[in-house]
């Protein structure tokens, strides 16, 4: 599912516009962004938590030259879903 098709769903769903839904996914979104930027954790219940975490520096090795490099520290976006969204995904999608 894409961008469109996502929009599209919600806005039959909610019964909003599509336009209007689109600005609220969006408004979503960015809001996110902007916890994310301070370090904060995001959790949406039933549904699971983001979070920022570092990654620290490694080093790895190309297997075809086999030449060692230094990865630097990076901050990556961590997410864990509930129990229940496990489970769901555990038994092919379908609900209990």
């Given at each position: 599912m894409n961008n469109k098709e996502f929009i599209t769903e919600?806005?039959?769903q909610t019964g909003y516009t599509q336009s209007v839904t689109?600005?609220?996914v969006r408004n979503i979104i960015d809001e996110m962004a902007?916890?994310?930027d301070?370090?904060?954790i995001v959790s949406i219940s039933g549904f699971g938590t983001f979070e920022v975490k570092k990654r620290l520096e490694r080093v790895v090795v190309n297997p075809a030259t086999q030449q060692r490099m230094l990865v630097p520290p990076k901050l990556v976006l961590n997410f864990r879903p509930t129990a229940s969204i496990k489970e769901r995904l555990k038994n092919g999608?379908?609900?209990e």
């Open positions: 919600l806005a039959q689109q600005t609220l902007a916890r994310f301070e370090g904060d999608g379908e609900d």
